[in-house]
């Protein structure tokens, strides 16, 4: 019997993908747990592993290919001792055509396909008998989460459990899926308020020969969609607030003399960010009310600050995620900024690193820029948009001073976080940077 490997969705919002590099052909034996293909999305680079044992029959999609939508054949196997040729005549004979990108993976009669949002990500077969199928990433997130696979319905082909399921059942008391699920109650999407102009009438505009067209790759694409989403659906709230970084400023200086060598380079280097990331990170564990994210369903107030630190790359931006930034050190904040910010533009970041967290830190003071507000990336509530420090003219003790001054404003969807909370939490904020050793503690 064939096995047919689909385009796998490496992420919930994945539509599409490039098939970048083949890394077996035709004629070679697989086996589970083998690299057969690396796969871009519009976030990262990803390697696709088998499952099944098998022999390469066909690559149904030549590598390099662009825009390959979710669940397109892309290759088939062949069982040991299986003519190839039958195989790929079964295989081609009984395919049917991809569904639409955007309908679920459980309305797809595929037997074949990938488990979403799994680094690496594993193809998966289709089952037999009475045994649980699950994905690699789905037994593991289950097994720590002391879940039962049984107890569990799979949304992925023929019922396979996959990541999103497991994640859905955690989830389960703070969202019940039936009412989740209820589409009478929903908000319809908020349309545009106007068309947009057309491309043919834009192009009108200017001189034949005075421009060049750069297509938009993937990335630019998801970034146009998820921000124009955003201000469409999402209510924005503005807070600002000024904070002193004078006594922040001096910590780390003393912080950063006492660092340990490492050979002859210290263990760490903290930079201002750093620490703004642990206050932001202290605020939010200090004013739960504003750590949540909107649903239909309910408010979802999270355990932990899982902070999204934007981070500039070729064609767009990426936001990894810093994971119980609250309970972490300085050293160990830095570090990883450091780690995720590297691999997020060399584009080796895994989906578990950027997806989900629970806010925001978008950091545009290296460039000069004194303040801005950012555009929420949901399902966060709230971005903090930290300008530059500088020195500026302060009233201390009704006297004239000149201390080092930081804007920060915090956008919050004004459903779930609402200005007087807002405002709490950037007073947390402040309070936590210009009485820095209080993150020490």
């Not at 039936?178 to 319809?188: D, R, S």
């Not at 998801?222 to 970084?245: C, G, M, N, W």
């Not at 003790?397 to 976080?417: F, I, N, Q, Y």
Request: aromatic share 4%; glycine share 8%; proline share 8%.
């Amino acid at each position: 019997m064939p096995i047919k490997i689909l385009m796998p969705a490496l992420s919930p919002t994945m539509e599409m993908g490039n098939l970048t590099k083949w890394a077996v052909k035709v004629g070679d034996a697989v086996k589970s747990g083998d690299v057969i293909a690396e796969i871009e999305t519009d976030k990262a680079t990803m390697e696709v592993e088998a499952v099944d044992e098998g022999i390469v029959a066909k690559l149904v999609i030549a590598e390099g290919a662009t825009d390959v939508p979710v669940n397109t054949l892309i290759a088939i196997l062949a069982e040991e001792g299986e003519d190839a040729a039958a195989a790929i005549a079964a295989a081609e004979g009984g395919a049917s055509a991809p569904p639409p990108a955007a309908a679920p993976a459980a309305a797809s009669p595929a037997p074949v396909t990938a488990a979403p949002a799994a680094a690496p990500v594993v193809a998966a077969a289709a089952p037999a008998g009475n045994r649980v199928f699950a994905s690699p990433l789905a037994r593991r997130v289950a097994r720590e989460a002391g879940l039962d696979l049984a107890a569990i319905k799979g949304s992925g082909p023929h019922g396979r459990i996959i990541l999103r399921d497991v994640e859905a059942a955690k989830a389960a008391p703070a969202k019940p899926v039936a009412v989740a699920a209820a589409p009478a109650t929903a908000a319809p999407a908020a349309k545009p308020l106007a068309a947009p102009v057309s491309d043919d009438v834009t192009l009108k505009l200017f001189e034949p020969g005075s421009y060049d067209i750069v297509p938009h790759d993937g990335m630019r694409k998801t970034i146009a969609k998820r921000l124009t989403e955003s201000k469409q659906t999402v209510p924005h709230f503005y807070v600002t607030v000024d904070v002193e970084l004078d006594a922040l400023l001096a910590m780390r200086q003393q912080l950063n003399d006492s660092a340990p060598l490492v050979g002859d380079k210290p263990a760490y280097k903290l930079s201002v960010n750093d620490l703004v990331v642990k206050a932001y990170a202290l605020a939010l564990k200090a004013v739960p009310a504003a750590n949540v994210s909107w649903t239909d369903a309910g408010m979802l107030v999270h355990k932990h600050a899982d902070i999204g630190i934007a981070v500039s790359i070729p064609g767009g931006l990426i936001t990894p995620i810093v994971r119980h930034a609250e309970e972490k050190t300085l050293s160990a904040i830095s570090g990883e900024i450091k780690d995720l910010a590297k691999r997020a533009k060399d584009r080796k970041l895994k989906p578990e690193e950027y997806q989900g967290g629970t806010s925001s830190v978008s950091n545009l003071g290296m460039f000069g820029v004194k303040d801005f507000a950012a555009v929420i990336n949901p399902p966060h509530a709230t971005i903090l948009a930290v300008g530059a420090g500088e020195p500026r003219a302060v009233v201390k003790a009704g006297a004239l001073a000149v201390a080092t001054v930081m804007s920060v404003t915090l956008s919050t969807d004004h459903r779930a976080v609402d200005g007087a909370l807002g405002a709490e939490l950037l007073q947390a904020f402040k309070g936590f940077i210009e009485k820095p050793f209080s993150m020490l503690v």
